[in-house]
């Protein structure tokens, strides 16, 4: 007869199915939490950044056709982190935008930025 399984949480005997590995779903949650925890926290925290750029960018975007232009010092006031975002786009001129999700910005002259929305593709 083989050896009973124990909680890979809690190291208790199990009772139930065969190929149980937890004995509830408070210790399967645990152990889960665990395995991920370290690059949890690197993920949690970019995607904290991410999610701040695009607020700071959608509140400041205030123009009707989603094109404001505004000082870059605007964005930094607000806690704006250059070094994040989600994608670049280069267009045929030359020019860079910078996203977070679906709003970016365009550095242009003298220290300024373009701000711009995405339109979704179809």
């Known amino acids: 007869m083989s050896e009973p399984k124990t909680c890979l949480s809690c190291g208790t005997a199990i009772k139930g199915r065969a190929d ?11 152990y889960n939490n665990e395995q991920n925890s370290d690059s949890n926290n690197l993920v949690r925290n970019i995607n904290n ?13 205030t123009a009707e056709g989603g094109i404001t232009k505004l000082p870059k010092s605007k964005l930094q006031e607000r806690g704006y982190n250059f070094t994040y975002f989600t994608n670049t786009l280069t267009t045929k001129a030359g020019k860079t935008y910078y996203f977070c999700y679906e709003h970016g910005f365009q550095p242009i002259e003298n220290d300024w930025v373009m701000l711009v929305v995405r339109k979704e593709e179809k």
């Open 20 to 30: 149980k590995k937890f004995c509830d779903d408070q210790c399967r949650n645990t």
């Open 49 to 61: 950044i991410l999610r701040k750029n695009r607020r700071i960018l959608e509140e400041l975007n």
